[in-house]
């Protein structure tokens, strides 16, 4: 198990054990979807050894990963995969975090980032009173309890609003738009009722949505990848593009958001910020993600050190790597289950077919057991000179996407 870690990664990437012989870092990953497989390809790269808990056999992870079946919400579980390396660290936020606070505690194991940011950060609600008493601008919220408050906040914030459950969300699931009072009664419902734990967000009529992958290092220190555009479908993130066809000034004030929520959190690693570019040029946080993050994937390939490779850096202590961009520009495409099984599976693989004959398009597919309908199964990335060029491209492997961003 004595083997030298990769020279890239500088003088910090060694360890030296009590036997004076090198060894290879050894990160343990709570989750080991898609995330962190990407994480497994650039620990593999770097010379460190990366263990992923995930409870789905052969998870997307478990091709450059050494899996551990289990539960990341079960305690035991998590005590158990923690021993032996040498920093915990997560790809989703849905885990126990108070598992984290006693490894942390008890072994004195490196927790990164920390388990009390994952703790704020896991339940939305929690994340956005945290970052209101921080001084983070966002948009208005409240807690919903009962159908009084649902109607109080129509009242207040008029209509429509957006419903939200505080925990356990993604890709928009635990999200219900409130057109109106009459509809209050199947918006919480469509999220599982009051005792769910909701909140109401108002409207944000925003221009465009800007997200940024921020970096932060042991001491503090942050750096941030360039400001990225997204475009959702369906509440889920469907493109990227980089640079943000926005104004400079807008692209800062995006910046400066990113880095206000991420110095208002502990811990290392690569945080996903994403946030509503309003018409008047400010910007608003919608959430944070304690991880790399959707939005990030350009960096695999139009950056010199990935948000993948950026995460471990940060977390084993190791120096920050260069965020910058070293492409003119950056499209990135998700491959979302249009249809369930082998249909699915079969239109996945036409837009892949396309995507390999377009110069400068990388195809990564994330290997889920099955493709189920309106889930991330895969991502294309493509660069090239400009922006102008990427949507070329793009049009050339999907013109309706391409519509949708132009
Ligand atoms: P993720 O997969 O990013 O974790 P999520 O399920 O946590 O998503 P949100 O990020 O809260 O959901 O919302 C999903 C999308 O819904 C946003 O990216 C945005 O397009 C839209 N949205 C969310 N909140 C609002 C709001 N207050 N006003 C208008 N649109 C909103
Ligand atoms: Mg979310
Ligand atoms: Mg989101």
Redo the contacts with the bound molecule.
């Keep these: 198990t004595c083997t030298a870690a990769s020279p890239a990664a500088g003088e910090t990437a060694t360890k030296v054990v009590e036997s004076g012989l090198p060894r290879t870092a050894v990160v343990g990953v709570l989750g080991g979807g898609q995330l962190g497989k990407m994480l497994g390809q650039e620990a593999a790269k770097m010379g460190i050894k990366l263990k992923v808990l995930d409870p789905t056999p052969s998870c997307p992870a478990s091709v450059v990963a050494e899996q551990t079946e289990g539960s990341f919400r079960d305690p035991e579980a998590v005590k158990a995969f923690a021993q032996g390396c040498d920093v915990l660290t997560v790809e989703i936020e849905h885990i126990d975090a108070g598992a984290m606070q006693e490894v942390a505690q008890q072994s004195g194991l490196e927790v990164q980032p920390t388990p009390e940011t994952m703790r704020v950060i896991q339940d939305?609600y929690l994340q956005k009173q945290h970052f209101q008493a921080a001084g983070v601008p966002l948009?208005e919220f409240r807690e919903i309890k009962c159908s009084k408050c649902a109607e109080g906040a129509g009242r207040a914030f008029g209509y429509p609003?957006?419903l939200?459950s505080k925990k356990l969300?993604?890709?928009?699931?635990?999200?219900a738009v409130v057109r109106s009072e009459a509809d209050i009664p199947a918006a919480v419902e469509s999220l599982g009722g009051y005792d769910k734990g909701l909140y109401a967000?108002?409207?944000?009529p925003?221009v465009c949505?800007l997200a940024v992958m921020v970096v932060r290092s042991r001491d503090g220190s942050l750096a941030s990848f360039p400001v990225v555009q997204?475009i959702?479908k369906d509440?889920?993130?469907w493109t990227t593009e980089t640079p943000a066809r926005v104004p400079a000034a807008a692209q800062k004030a995006a910046q400066v958001v990113a880095e206000q929520a991420v110095a208002a959190l502990e811990g290392a690693g690569v945080f996903g910020v994403?946030t509503?570019l309003l018409p008047d040029g400010s910007v608003l946080l919608?959430?944070v993600?304690p991880r790399p993050h959707?939005s990030g994937h350009y960096t695999i390939e139009a950056c010199p050190s990935s948000q993948f490779e950026a995460h471990l850096r940060a977390v084993l202590g190791w120096p920050l790597g260069d965020t910058s961009l070293r492409v003119g520009a950056s499209i990135m495409l998700n491959i979302l289950g249009e249809a369930g099984g082998e249909e699915g599976e079969r239109r996945a693989h036409e837009l892949m077919g396309r995507a390999y004959a377009v110069p400068g398009a990388s195809v990564h597919w994330y290997g889920k057991a099955g493709v189920a309908a309106q889930r991330k199964i895969g991502h294309i990335t493509i660069v090239g000179k400009d922006n102008e060029e990427c949507r070329q491209r793009l049009r050339a492997m999907d013109p309706t996407a391409a519509d949708a961003i132009e």
Excluded: L
């Design positions: 939305k948009p609003y957006m939200k969300a993604y890709d928009g699931r635990g999200n967000e108002k409207w944000v925003f949505e997204t959702h509440s889920i993130c994403e509503f919608n959430e993600a959707n």
